[in-house]
C-alpha cells in the first residue's frame, strides 16, 4: 500500500477512536436543569444586573465576531493565495532562504500578521472591559501580558515548526506518520508542562493560607478521595476583577487554583463550592479526557492536512508544488483556522456537557445547593456573564452551562434531596 493509502487507513481509524472516546467519555445525559426553574431563577436575580451585563455583553460582541471574521479572512487570503508563500520566502531571505529559516521565521511571521489583525480588537476588548470596571491592569499591563503571551508562542511555535520539518526533511514519504505521533507527542507534554512553566509567566501561585477554610477544602477533597495535594492562589487581582478557579496538569503537575480575587469577594460556603466543582474535574479525570482527546484530534489533523494538502486545487491556489514546504505553510493554518470554526460548536458542547457533571459533583459533594446558588449568583454578577444567554451564542461558544441553567441544577437538586 502507498502512504497515501496508509494515511487514509490511519486517518479512519483516529476519527474511529475519536468518535468512542467522545461518546464513552463524555457525559451525554444531561443533569435535568428545567427551564421553569431557570424562568424562575432569572426573575430572582436582580433585573438591574441583568440588564447591565445584557449591555456588557453586547458592548463586547462586535470586537470578538470582527476579530474571528477577519481573523478568517486574513487566513485565508494568505493560504488560499501565493500572498502567504511570498511571506514566508521573504522571512526567509535574510537567512539565504534556507528552510529551516523559512521554516521557523516564515511560520512565526505568518502566524504574527494574523495576529497583528485581529490586535486592534482585541484593544477594543481591552477598552470595554476597562469601561465596566472589569478590567484593573490597565494598558500598560494588557501590553506586557500580550508580548509575555507572543513570546510564549513564538517559543512552542518555533519548536513545533522546527520539528515538523525537520520531519519532513528526513523522511519526505512518511513525514505525516511522525509528524501525528509527534503533534500527540507535544500536546500530552504541555499538558504536563504548561501549568509549571507557562502558567507563573502571567501569575504568581501561592499555598491557600492556613485556616479553617483552608482545612476544610483539604478535608473535602481527602472525602472526596481525590489527591489533591494543595489548594493554590493565583494573583489575578492585578488584572481583573473577575473570579474564577481551575483545574490543570496531569499527575505530580496537577493543581486546583483559586484566583484570589473569588477568596475577596466570596463567602467560605461558596468557595468551597466552586473548589468541590474543581474537584469534581480532577474525580473525572477531566484533564486527562481532554489531553487524550486533544492528542488524537492533533494526530487526526496533521494526516488530514496531508492527504489535503496534497490535492492538486488547493495547492495551485497556494501557488506551490507540494505541502511539505515551508512555503505551503499558510495553507496549513488556513484549513486548521477554517477547521477550528467549524468543530467549535462541537467542542463547546462537549465541554458544556463535562462542567454540567462538574455541578452534579459538587452538590452531591457539598450538600449544599443554597450556597452553590448563590456562588452563581455572585460569578454571574461579578463576571458580568449574560445569566441566559442568546441561544445562538450559547450554542455556537459557550464552554459552560448558562447561570441559570446552573442554578436550576441546584434547585433540582435541592428538590431531589429533599424528598
Ligand atoms: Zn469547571
Do not use: C
Not at 476519527?15 to 426573575?43: E, F, K, N, S, Y
Not at 440588564?51 to 465576531?65: I, N
Not at 468557595?271 to 482527546?293: I, N, Q, S, Y
Not at 493554518?333 to 459538587?362: F, I, K, N, W, Y
Amino acid at each position: 500500500m502507498s502512504p497515501r493509502g496508509w494515511a487514509v487507513l490511519t486517518l479512519a481509524g483516529l476519527t474511529v477512536a475519536l468518535v468512542v472516546a467522545a461518546v464513552v467519555l463524555i457525559p451525554w445525559q444531561r443533569p435535568p436543569a428545567p427551564r421553569a426553574d431557570q424562568l424562575a431563577a432569572l426573575g430572582d436575580l436582580p433585573a438591574e444586573q441583568v440588564a447591565r451585563s445584557r449591555e456588557f455583553r453586547s458592548a463586547l460582541r462586535p470586537a470578538g465576531w470582527a476579530a474571528i471574521a477577519i481573523g478568517l479572512l486574513v487566513a485565508l487570503a494568505l493560504g488560499l493565495t501565493p500572498l502567504g508563500g511570498r511571506l514566508v520566502e521573504l522571512a526567509g531571505r535574510p537567512f539565504g532562504g534556507h528552510w529551516a529559516a523559512q521554516a521557523v521565521v516564515g511560520g512565526l511571521a505568518v502566524v504574527l500578521v494574523a495576529d497583528l489583525v485581529t490586535l486592534p480588537f482585541a484593544a477594543w476588548r481591552q477598552s470595554v472591559l476597562t469601561r465596566y470596571g472589569l478590567s484593573t491592569n490597565g494598558w500598560s499591563g494588557w501590553t506586557v501580558d500580550l508580548l509575555k503571551s507572543y513570546a510564549v508562542s513564538a517559543v512552542i511555535g518555533a519548536v513545533a515548526l522546527l520539528g515538523f520539518y525537520t520531519v519532513i526533511r528526513l523522511s519526505p514519504r512518511w513525514w505525516w506518520a511522525f509528524g501525528a505521533a509527534g503533534a500527540a507527542t507535544l500536546v500530552v507534554l504541555l499538558s504536563f508542562v504548561l501549568p509549571v512553566l507557562v502558567e507563573p509567566v502571567f501569575n504568581r501561585f501561592t499555598p491557600m493560607e492556613q485556616g479553617p477554610l483552608r482545612t476544610q477544602l483539604v478535608e473535602m477533597a481527602a472525602r472526596d478521595g481525590v489527591p489533591v495535594r494543595d489548594v493554590l492562589v493565583a494573583d489575578a487581582s492585578r488584572r481583573t476583577r473577575a473570579v474564577n478557579a481551575y483545574v490543570s496538569g496531569l499527575g505530580p503537575t496537577r493543581r486546583v487554583v483559586v484566583y484570589d480575587t473569588l477568596l475577596r469577594e466570596a463567602t467560605p460556603a461558596e468557595v468551597t463550592a466552586v473548589v468541590a466543582h474543581e474537584l469534581g474535574h480532577a474525580k473525572d479525570r477531566d484533564v486527562a479526557v481532554g489531553t487524550l482527546t486533544g492528542a488524537l484530534g492533533a494526530a487526526a489533523a496533521v494526516v488530514a492536512l496531508y492527504l489535503l494538502g496534497s490535492s492538486g486545487p488547493l495547492l495551485r491556489l497556494a501557488g506551490v508544488d507540494s505541502v511539505a514546504q515551508p512555503r505551503a505553510f499558510p495553507l496549513l493554518v488556513a484549513l486548521v483556522t477554517v477547521a477550528g470554526l467549524v468543530s467549535a460548536p462541537a467542542q463547546a458542547l462537549m465541554s458544556r456537557r463535562v462542567e454540567a457533571r462538574a455541578d452534579a459533583h459538587a452538590l452531591a459533594l457539598t450538600g449544599d445547593p443554597a450556597a452553590f446558588e448563590a456562588m452563581q449568583r455572585r460569578l454571574a454578577g461579578i463576571n458580568l456573564a449574560d445569566p441566559d444567554p442568546p441561544r445562538w451564542e450559547y450554542l455556537y461558544s459557550a464552554t459552560h452551562p448558562s447561570t441559570v441553567e446552573r442554578m436550576a441544577a441546584a434547585r433540582a437538586h435541592a428538590r431531589e434531596a429533599g424528598r
